[in-house]
């Protein structure tokens, strides 16, 4: 496998961009590829079976670009459709989950730990699953919440409205009172709102599932020898290639607010269809 391939990211839309900032944070000199299915977006509301569809063809497409590494940036397909993105890879494949839980379980103070997601995510208990596999102590309790509305108010730019607050306070409030100390954002989207979350419920660890895949997919590729080696230089432009399945008009100004940094023109593709050269 030659280093100089690229990365391979998905998701549902642009969510998963607060993934690949956190990759681009850790791993500044690789090369990525990055798939947004925003025509088919929101996953996190959907079935199981259909996820999987999804996810299989965005794999495929990834594939069909000769990545190293499949990175499920998106926490839906993490909990309910690995099973598919495994079978249809032959390179290393990094998921939102595991990662994340054992972050949690290393953060948290008093064993409670409490996941937030989307529906599909919290239905499908894969956090909780995994969170208690890999606890030793029969200790630990895990809550969850899903918070479908955090996808659309945060797509919307909401970050530190009014409307935000209330909504969070709705979801969240009963959670806290049970004194949960660490909070795994289970989904792309949330950690949009840790300075909120933070305000509004002090002393609470938050868990960023996307900076701990990070974690995990330097060690993945640095034990299989094609870790790109630190050049001495400052990237100020890393190297990403985006692809979109839709391409809405303010898709520019909500990838920059994800990613932090201004993005080049997306290609709009159909994965699964026309796979492009
Ligand atoms: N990317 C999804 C996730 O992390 C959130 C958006 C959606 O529902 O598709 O679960």
């Avoid at 391939?5 to 993934?19: T, Y």
């Avoid at 595991?98 to 599909?120: D, E």
């Avoid at 950690?191 to 895949?213: C, Q, R, V, W």
């Avoid at 994800?258 to 023109?265: K, Q």
Wanted: include cysteine.
């Amino acid at each position: 496998m030659n280093k100089d391939r690229p990365i391979g990211v998905f998701d549902s839309g642009i969510g998963g961009l607060s993934v690949l900032k956190q990759f681009v944070r850790f791993m500044p000199y690789e090369k990525y590829i990055y798939l947004g299915d925003n025509a088919h977006v929101p996953y996190g509301n959907k079935s199981a079976e259909t996820v999987k569809e999804y996810a299989k063809e965005c794999t495929e497409f990834l594939l069909d670009k000769k990545v190293k590494m499949i990175v499920v940036a998106c926490n839906t397909v993490s909990a309910v459709a690995m099973d598919v993105v495994r079978s249809v890879s032959d390179v290393p494949v990094i998921e939102m989950i595991k990662p994340a839980a054992g972050a949690a379980l290393r953060a948290t103070v008093n064993g409670k730990i409490a996941v937030i997601g989307t529906r599909a995510t919290i239905n499908s208990k894969a956090y909780s699953n995994e969170i208690l596999k890999l606890s030793d102590s029969k200790k630990i309790k895990v809550l969850s919440e899903a918070c479908p509305l955090f996808v659309p108010i945060i797509e919307e730019g909401w970050i530190r409205h009014d409307a935000t607050r209330l909504i969070i306070e709705e979801y969240l409030n009963d959670l806290y009172k049970t004194g949960v100390d660490t909070l795994v954002l289970g989904c792309t989207h949330y950690p949009m709102l840790a300075k909120l979350l933070t305000e509004i419920y002090p002393g609470l660890t938050l868990i960023d599932s996307g900076e701990h895949a990070a974690v995990s997919a330097v060690r993945v590729l640095a034990e299989s020898s094609v870790l790109k080696e630190e050049r001495n230089e400052y990237v100020v432009k890393p190297e990403i290639e985006f692809f979109v399945s839709d391409l809405p008009a303010n898709f520019n100004e909500q990838a920059q607010r994800f990613l932090g940094f201004e993005v080049n023109s997306p290609k709009r593709v159909v994965p699964g269809r026309s796979l492009p050269k």
